[in-house]
């Protein structure tokens, strides 16, 4: 195992793994708009390498995110039926960033896959990967370094609400990441 320190040896890492280039092949093959590979799929694959575990647990979610105003939430939904028939060895998740700003209390519409990666609850989720022209391209707008350090912090917009912030809380609670990977640090999880 190699120690992973910065934005391309995650991404040589990513395509190293025969099922994330595989999974990052099925997505481009999808020829949505703005559409990555992210969050808690990113995440538990480096946090079990650096730990020395099995790198990609296929009993977690592929969470795939995109931005399309012309496809409706019952479009995106159906998709996601297809997608996991195509593909039933690992559990899809397809979001539609264009609806997903409801499921966080006090937040205006998304504009891009990028605005609403930066709107995550955590830091070290807020990343997304995707295969193009048979390169890697990330997007981190919170930059890598949480992700690498095992340290679980609120994005700013998860910070500036009060109920944001409480979500956040909760949530990060009802994960208990740090029961799988003991050295998490958690962070602003005492009200302030």
Known sequence: MK????EEEIKQLVLANPHFKQILGIIEELQLADCWLCAGTIRNFIWNYLSGKEELDQSNDVDVIFFDPMISY???SQLERELKKAHPQFNWELKNEVYMHMHNPDTAPYKSTYDA???FPETCTAIAIRLKDGQVELIAPHGVADLLQFIVAATPHFKTSTTRKKIYQERVQQKNWQARWSQIQLMDMAEE
Do not use: I, Y
């Not at 120690?3 to 910065?6: A, R």
């Open 3 to 6: 120690l992973v320190t910065n």
């Open 74 to 76: 019952e479009e995106t």
């Open 117 to 119: 990666l930066a709107k």
